[in-house]
């Protein structure tokens, strides 16, 4: 029998199966024994490097030459606005001129199967005949290679340079000819391709796109959206089907309009799609209980399986969050009307029911499709404010029959979550403040108040409810998943504890609790800031999920989101989930939905969802940049954020924004890296992650939202020391893992 097949056997078998393949099938299929399983994957790890296999999530899919699967160069577009491409190598002498592919795109493609002119691809072929051969797109292949992003900077003779916005190419301006300009301006955002690569002078390229025009900071934000092919443009058809749309009528629905329920969000927010009421329950085998209700903007009534709408909000899978836009995933007409709470509107909701005991501990619960009216909307401050006697007159009327019933509940909820134990990491939040122009104010670290605290709890509740009648049900659904940190990190943290004389216990999972344990540990201590820090990196991070295997953070065994429908899709499924599940409706989950199409729709979001992240991230980087670059030479305070081979990266307090000391720059004598302690450390000096430092701003690189420092007291041969300045805004803090809906700042539920 054989035990081991062949490199082109395994292509083979792989093309041929249909479902699931990975190394388990493999190795039924030929019979390889247990002890050569190890060379049956470096097989597999060879031929996937080589671009004939791909692997996603443990699966593994056919990839060759033309046909089934080819790398490709995308060349441009058909009449139709298609894309078309060519297979990177092709032996014309042999074959003669190569193929032109037709590029199809799904509707419901991950952000990398998504391709630009200039791209480069891996494709599967779907269809090859004399006439035509069409296929899709299955991995984005690395397209800093070809394409470029950047700043065109016009030159008085013609033609121009391209500025990167990529903070990896500072430094490697490309030039363009006049006539490869293609009529950009100065200040425009272009797409470049890469003609040539410099030995000595510059690269030099094309201009094959314009993309818009970054005169002012209030564009700063579309260097992120293209940069991360963000889908920020409606068509007309998605448009049109918005505007078609019509308000909900009561009929199928409890009328609960009588509940006096409020919103209470950013003061800034433009979409109020949650809604919260608390009385004391009135039942006798629940003394000092309460009754929690949670009404979520019913969007599953517009947002239809299959329609023109229902796959845009697939293709985006979240809105996103800038300083000085929002894209969102829905039309304004369903995102800021039809599905907006508004205070005083009759509005459909998707409520739950929630039963608190005295404990904290929810009793029951159960799901309503319902239709509320908004008694008010509030903002967090002010509806903290209320509660602590300085009302308005939006809260003098509703403080003790509307508010002090919230704050009750929240109370008792509260202590079962101190109970529960999740994980209590305190990160920095930052938001960056706009001037009407668009240009930078300031940044403020928003104080994190109780008023914040009894939403997310409340959310959190919801949302574990969700799962639990979908799972009774049998219903599939999209979970918020957590995985537990690896093996590998977790050993990593204890090796930098052992440096602090911190013990981690070996063996076992580490629990939420016994993370906990350690951060009280060193609470209040100088180590407090730096031990956060190494905690934090030892997190995976959460994703999207048909398949639940819990929420390690928030230290729950099932967690699904319901609470944002209007700017996650997968609150949206989880919606339609709960509609065909307690039969609510006809507008609930398709009956072919099942666990695998799920799956795909999890990998999309999931992807998405770190886009968006990734670009809101990259866009407050360049924000900051573009404030602080009238003030190079300037010392700020701040903190060792991370610790590398090539240096030191700094997080200022003052704005949150980071920046890098170059290793070659931190003193004048040897420094010694350090991995298992975080630090550089030398014979006097030794700087370490979460060290208190005083840096100098040497350069700012607004384009690229780079930053880089010196420390600031090196030139006299010490340490820098942090030193106190006065106007410097308190630095405030969330808690880590329990924000599972914020509408500013950093997008969504951030790394849990």
Request: with cysteine; glycine share 8%.
């Amino acid at each position: 029998m054989r035990h081991l097949p062949s490199r082109e056997e395994l292509v083979a078998f792989i093309r041929e199966r249909s479902g699931k393949v990975g190394v388990r099938e493999i190795a039924r299929a030929f019979g390889t024994k247990n002890a050569d399983r190890a060379a049956l994957k470096h097989m597999l790890r060879d031929l996937t490097d080589e671009g004939r296999i791909d692997r996603r999530r443990k699966r593994l899919h056919h990839a060759g030459t033309l046909p089934p699967v080819v790398l490709a160069d995308v060349t441009g577009r058909d009449g139709d606005g298609e894309l078309l491409a060519r297979p990177t190598e092709w032996d014309e002498e042999v074959h003669g001129a190569p193929p032109v592919i037709r590029i199809h795109t799904p509707r419901r493609a991950r952000p990398d199967e998504i391709a630009g002119v200039g791209d480069r691809a891996l494709l599967r072929i779907e269809r090859s005949t004399a006439e035509e051969t069409s296929g899709r797109v299955i991995k984005l292949i690395d397209r800093a290679k070809h394409r470029a992003l950047g700043i065109f900077r016009a030159l008085a003779g013609g033609g121009g340079r391209l500025v990167p916005i990529d903070k990896k190419q500072l430094g490697r301006e490309l030039a363009i000819a006049a006539e490869a300009a293609a009529g950009a301006a100065d200040g425009d955002l272009v797409a470049v391709e890469v003609s040539r690569h410099g030995r000595f002078g510059l690269s030099s390229g094309r201009v094959v796109e314009r993309l818009g025009s970054l005169k002012t900071e209030r564009a700063v934000s579309l260097i992120a959206i293209h940069a991360h092919d963000i889908p920020h443009v409606f068509t007309r058809a998605v448009l049109a089907e918005a505007e078609a749309t019509r308000e909900a009528s009561p009929a199928g629905r409890e009328d609960w309009r009588a509940m006096p329920f409020v919103t209470i969000d950013p003061p800034d927010a433009k979409d109020h799609d949650d809604a919260v009421h608390a009385i004391p329950d009135a039942d006798p085998r629940n003394p000092g209980g309460h009754i929690v209700s949670v009404a979520i903007a019913d969007v599953a009534h517009y947002v239809l399986p299959g329609s023109q709408l229902d796959r845009e909000a697939a293709k985006r899978g979240n809105s996103v969050y800038f300083p000085d836009r929002v894209v969102p995933m829905l039309p304004e007409r369903i995102s800021n009307d039809l599905c907006s709470l508004r205070p005083h509107v009759d509005r459909p909701a998707l409520a739950v029911r929630m039963v608190i005991g005295a404990d904290g501990g929810k009793r029951s619960h159960s799901f309503h499709r319902v239709l509320i009216r908004s008694a008010a909307r509030l903002h967090y401050e002010q509806a903290q404010l209320a509660v602590s006697g300085r009302t308005d007159e939006i809260t003098e009327p509703i403080v003790d029959k509307i508010l002090a019933p919230l704050y009750a509940a929240y109370r008792a909820v509260a202590r079962a979550r101190d109970e529960r134990g999740p994980l209590d990491l305190d990160v920095p939040e930052r938001k960056i403040v706009l001037k009407s122009d668009g240009t930078v104010d300031r940044v403020v670290m928003p104080q994190r108040l109780e008023a914040h605290r009894l939403i997310e709890e409340f959310m959190i509740l919801a949302n574990v409810a969700a799962a639990e009648t979908c799972e009774r049900a049998k219903i599939p659904l999209i979970y918020r998943v957590h995985d537990e940190p690896s093996p590998e990190k977790l050993n990593a943290l204890r090796e930098f504890l052992a440096t602090l004389d911190i013990s981690l216990p070996k063996g076992g999972a580490l629990r939420p609790d016994g993370f906990n344990r350690i951060l009280a540990r060193v609470k209040g201590r100088d180590v407090e800031r730096l031990v956060n820090e190494v905690v934090l990196r030892t997190q995976a991070q959460a994703e999207y999920s048909s398949e639940n295997f819990g929420h390690f953070g928030l230290n729950l065994r099932r967690y699904a989101h319901f609470t944002s429908p209007i700017r996650r899709y997968a609150d949206l499924i989880v919606h339609r989930a709960l509609i065909r599940a307690l039969k609510l409706g006809a507008d609930g989950l398709p009956d072919g939905a099942d666990t695998r199409g799920l799956a795909e729709i999890a990998a999309n979001i999931s992807a998405t969802e770190r886009r968006a992240m990734k670009a809101e991230r990259e866009t407050a980087d360049r924000l900051i940049a573009h404030f602080l670059a009238d003030r190079v030479g300037a010392i700020f305070d701040g903190h060792i954020s991370g610790v590398t081979r090539a240096g030191l990266f700094v997080e200022l307090d003052e704005t949150g924004a980071d920046g890098f000391i170059p290793a070659r720059t931190i003193g004048e004598e040897y420094f010694r890296f350090h991995e298992a302690g975080r630090a550089f450390v030398g014979r006097s000096a030794t700087h370490r992650l979460g060290d208190p430092v005083a840096v100098e701003l040497v350069e700012a690189a607004p384009v690229a939202g780079a930053l880089r420092f010196r420390l600031a007291d090196q030139d006299r041969g010490r340490p820098a020391r942090t030193t106190k300045r006065a106007g410097h805004p308190p630095r405030q803090s969330k808690k880590f893992g329990a924000n599972s809906r914020s509408k500013s700042g950093r997008h969504g539920p951030g790394r849990l």
